[in-house]
């Protein structure tokens, strides 16, 4: 059968609506939320558009070539990402205390940590395919998955949050803690791992109420200013809590239908800095209510069942890992990105998927999809399926 022909037939037609969909909300959110800056408010707008189109041009790149290939190219793909992340290190662009981007010819700037997301889970999968095409016993293979994850995934994560890149790095430790949960290893050794994990954040709890000038220590000082700003945002409502008050004040005056489209008081007047990238649910929050905000939940538990399905149906262990990394890397960054703009989470650097402005984010985005698809279409069916 023609490769193309097979890919037309057996894509994910409900993963790709609820693409469509994110594709309009984006293009919405993005022309109201220029709407505060000095340029034409379709600049963005038409930048956002041709980033999505490459990201569909390189999302059908990723579907022709079948995902298991991808193991032979992991680890030339990963040291090509830590290669980059090293690079921003010494010869990256500077930007608001933060070295992320690394400038190309033409003013095109490119952050490698969004693409090292994509390289972690190919290696990560082949990491843990490897192992288990392996003849170990159940306590050697939990320990060398452990392991192996484990250093995979802490290399990247040093390198992007020493940029600092706090967000970025939560990311990356979320896709390796999804992936070793559906490694198959031990649910004992999960436990202790959470149970590591509770007691280093009831630590730093305590630290920073009992001890501050140790948990100072630990973070740098804009990630401090954020940290107050979102344990106190209403003391440093003119400082450190200044966006996420200005966020919450425009969410919760949406209310349930909203003050509709470019109408929101705190979108348009410059009060939530960066509206039209990190904090972009505050635009459909206060224009479009409760109403919009549930539209843009809805779109996402659709996309991320049709991912679970996906993983379910795979009969690879390959492919199975990398789909449940793409619902790592997608479900934690909704999460955190809405959580941060209501005062759940802390403020990170941290896009919303699909519809936040951003080249590299779209990109990024756009590859995992395709990942996702490729293992959809790709994935061998067998006569006495149910």
């Known amino acids: 059968m023609n490769i193309i022909q097979k890919i037309i037939d057996k894509l994910d037609y409900v993963l790709l609506f609820s693409l469509l969909m994110l594709f309009i909300i984006s293009l919405v959110s993005i022309y109201s939320a220029a709407g505060q800056y000095s340029q034409d408010p ?113 290399v990247p994560f040093y390198l992007i949050f020493d940029q600092p890149d706090l967000g970025t790095a939560l990311v990356t430790a979320a896709i390796t803690g999804t992936v070793l949960f559906i490694s198959g290893i031990s649910m004992n050794i999960i436990l202790l791992i959470i149970a590591g994990v509770l007691g280093i954040l009831g ?26 700003g979102w344990l106190q945002p209403d003391q440093y409502a003119s400082s450190f809590g200044y966006q996420l008050s200005g966020a919450r004040m425009g969410i919760g005056s949406g209310q349930l239908f909203g003050s509709g489209f470019e109408q929101g008081t705190m979108s348009q007047s410059g009060r939530v800095p960066e509206i039209h990238t990190d904090f972009i649910f505050t635009i459909i929050g206060e224009e479009f209510g409760f109403i919009g905000a549930a539209v843009l939940l809805i779109v ?87």
Not at 109 to 133: C, D, G, H, R
Not at 205 to 218: A, N, R, T
Not at 362 to 386: E, P, Q, S
């Open 42 to 154: 379709s600049y963005y707008l038409i930048r956002q558009a041709i980033w999505y189109g490459i990201g569909f041009f390189a999302m059908m790149m990723v579907l022709v070539l079948e995902y298991e290939h991808y193991r032979t190219l992991a680890i030339p793909l990963y040291s090509v990402g830590i290669i980059s992340l090293l690079a921003v290190h010494f010869f990256g662009k500077e930007s608001k205390g933060a070295q992320r981007w690394i400038e190309l010819p033409g003013g095109i700037e490119l952050q490698p940590s969004e693409f090292m997301k994509i390289l972690l889970i190919i290696m990560l999968a082949t990491a843990i395919y490897k192992i288990s095409e392996k003849n170990l016993t159940t306590g050697r293979r939990d320990l060398y998955t452990l392991v192996s994850v484990a250093l995979l995934g802490i």
């Open 203 to 228: 630590l730093l709890v305590w630290l920073y109420i009992y001890q501050p000038s140790i948990f100072d220590l630990f973070f740098k000082e804009h990630q401090m200013e954020r940290i107050y």
């Open 300 to 386: 996402y538990f659709i996309l991320i069942y049709r991912m679970i399905i996906i993983a379910i149906n795979c009969r690879d262990k390959f492919g199975t890992c990398l789909v449940a990394g793409v619902i790592g890397l997608f479900s934690f960054q909704i999460f955190q990105n809405i959580g941060m703009t209501i005062g759940l989470m802390p403020i990170t650097g941290i896009t919303l998927p699909f519809v936040s402005y951003g080249g590299s984010s779209i990109l990024t985005n756009m590859i995992a999809i395709g990942i996702v698809l490729n293992v959809h279409v790709h994935t061998k069916r067998y006569m006495f399926d149910d």
